[in-house]
């Protein structure tokens, strides 16, 4: 009861590990292609890797007729000269003249013997080719060979005045690979293909990362940040410009409407200070006195709901241990003798925020559930607060047993001044204080998340970062 519970349950992390690799490879080429530098990386790299296949089987293409005509052009010379050479030299010394082919040209002449054993030439495109145009010259049918007597290499059999000869020439002759010099341009070529891209792509990006930056930082109300407006091309320099003017008149808006409602806070609560003391001195009836202070606390009450919606301060993050930051609400909230609230007094939640503005938000929900969430019959206030770890985040929840909101109402809780069904509006309230909290937690990072409890109430779900200094496990239930 009293430890802080990780929502993911053992089934879960067992199917996740499971598929360990799957995920992380998910996650991986996931986050990058949805980042516009690795995209704009990786389109460039596809594009100059297709262009470089695409030559490269072009010119293989290209090359496969020339190198074709040029092996058998040379094959076919060999076999004739090797016929001459045989049938105008004397008997005696036709063993020198195939001892000098064998030192000088690297080719070798043996009697075909009909117990040779050989292995037909695997026919390929441009084998087949070759063996076609070698049959042309010649024209008649050669035995092409790829093996013969255990023996690899470029065997053609042939005839000298009726006798059978193989003809072995080394297998490099029909090579038809590219070779190493070609391998280490095509490398060289896409080493600098990477390179460009990767510059191409940080040149495309930088820009709009570094307005993404000025954009969030605007977003926070943070306006100090201007965009290089001198570097980079014409049209970059215009959209700085732009942004940066935009970023200026909206921080003379901001300074404007804070000054605004400074004034306005001033100018009100300065009347509503002398009605309340002229009607705590001249108005002689107790209950009607009472009921004028009232009003004029509602209405007090009202402009500084008013005024805490309208404040653009960005909160700190710091490390905050929320059990002990909440335990303390809670001791001052369950004095009321109409609400309960139970909660693990013992827990470890360490999450990034800024304490003030937690403190606010906690007491906000606690009194939104003691307006709202009252239980139906007993008119009571019981409140189910929580924490919970997954993974870089710490869930806060809070559950009241109250009537609960419609389903197609709940979206709308955030927005400010919506003040739901009347199951929910019994009290006074001017309708800012989810959209209070809300925007609250978003300035801090996280997110708030509203449903209907299942068994009936309203369920809050706060999420803020983790503390990254927090590295214990998370507790199992």
């Known amino acids: 009861m009293n430890r802080v519970v990780d929502i993911t349950s053992s089934s879960t992390a067992q199917a996740t590990q499971t598929t360990p690799r799957l995920s992380l490879a998910r996650r991986v080429f996931g986050g990058l292609s949805g980042r516009l530098y690795w995209r704009t990386f990786f389109l460039i790299v596809l594009l100059v890797s297709a262009s470089l296949a695409v030559w490269f089987q072009s010119f293989r293409v290209l090359q496969l007729g020339p190198q074709v005509e040029q092996t058998s052009r040379q094959i076919t010379s060999l076999i004739d000269l090797t016929r001459i050479a045989l049938v105008h030299s004397a008997p005696e010394y036709r063993t020198a003249l195939l001892d000098e082919l064998v030192k000088r040209e690297d080719i070798y002449i043996y009697p075909r013997q009909s117990a040779d054993q050989w292995t037909p030439m695997a026919y390929t495109a441009f084998t087949r080719r070759l063996a076609q145009s070698v049959d042309r010259r010649l024209r008649e049918k050669l035995d092409f060979a790829d093996v013969v007597n255990g023996r690899p290499g470029l065997w053609i059999g042939f005839r000298i005045d009726g006798d059978d000869y ?125 009921d004028i202070i009232a009003d004029i606390e509602q209405a007090d009450s009202i402009i500084s709901k008013f005024m805490e919606y309208a404040r653009a301060a960005s909160p700190t993050r710091e490390r905050v241990q929320l059990p002990e930051l909440v335990a303390k609400i809670v001791d001052d909230s369950t004095k009321v003798a109409d609400m309960t609230i139970r909660m693990p007094r013992s827990a470890e939640a360490a999450a990034l925020g800024d304490p003030l503005e937690l403190q606010r938000i906690v007491v906000n929900l606690i009194e939104n559930a003691r307006r709202y969430g009252r239980s139906p019959g007993t008119g009571r206030v019981e409140l189910d607060i929580g924490f919970a770890k997954r993974g870089s985040e710490i869930c806060l929840s809070v559950r009241d047993h109250g009537p609960g909101v419609p389903a197609d109402q709940l979206p709308l809780l955030t927005q400010p001044f919506f003040r739901g069904d009347e199951a929910r509006t019994a009290a006074k309230g001017t309708g800012l204080g989810l959209a209070i909290v809300d925007k609250t937690i978003a300035r801090m990072g996280g997110r708030l998340e509203i449903s209907n409890a299942k068994g009936g109430g309203l369920m809050l779900r706060i999420w803020l970062l983790r503390d990254p200094a927090d590295v214990l496990p998370p507790a199992q239930l």
């Open 166 to 290: 193989w003809l072995l020439l080394d297998r490099s002759r029909i090579d038809t690979t590219l070779g190493e010099a070609w391998i280490i341009w095509g490398v060289l070529a896409t080493l600098l293909a990477l390179i460009g891209a990767a510059i191409i792509a940080s040149f495309v990006n930088r820009p709009l990362r570094d307005l993404s930056i000025a954009t969030a930082l605007v977003r926070e109300g943070n306006f100090s940040h201007q965009l290089d407006e001198t570097s980079g091309t014409q049209e970059i320099r215009e959209v700085n410009r732009g942004f940066n003017r935009m970023a200026r008149a909206l921080q003379e808006i901001e300074q404007d409407r804070a000054l605004m409602l400074a004034g306005i806070s001033h100018d009100i609560r300065t009347p509503l200070a002398r009605l309340r003391l002229e009607a705590e001195l001249s108005v002689p009836d107790a209950q009607a006195q009472h």
